[in-house]
């Protein structure tokens, strides 16, 4: 089970912290992701991070201003939001995948999906 919290309004060049918490002791076992979803749009890749951390992917529209991490011990996977835009408004969704390799930016490579945090983001 996963669950995303940390979002809310912020103005635009703000910053956010989101945060997934994952229950169960094969955290570690899984390749975690940040996905978005706007109103009316499709479900968009934002960021992806391998088991142990040491390979990590983004979207070409987040790059330079989001980070994503993770802590193994804690069951936990970040993604820090700086420099917010108001394009950036989404409800955001961490995703946990155990049949792929390395971080992978396609939905349905993905098992696990939490339950969504909304980021609104005001010019």
């Known amino acids: 089970q996963l669950q995303a919290s940390g979002g809310g309004l912020v103005q635009a060049g703000g910053s956010l912290r989101l945060s997934c918490a994952a229950s169960g002791r094969t955290f570690s076992s899984y390749i975690m992701a940040w996905f978005r979803q706007a109103p009316g749009k499709e479900r968009e890749f934002v960021a992806a991070i391998s088991r142990s951390g040491g390979s990590i992917i983004y979207s070409d529209s987040v790059k330079g201003r989001f980070t994503i991490s993770r802590d193994n011990a804690k069951n936990t996977v970040l993604l820090q939001m700086n420099s917010l835009k108001p394009e950036d408004t989404a409800v955001y969704y961490c995703?946990?995948?155990?049949?792929?390799?390395?971080?992978?930016?396609?939905?349905?490579?993905?098992?696990?999906w939490g339950q969504g945090t909304q980021v609104t983001v005001s010019s």
């Open positions: 995703a946990a995948g155990s049949r792929i390799i390395t971080p992978n930016p396609a939905p349905h490579a993905y098992d696990y």
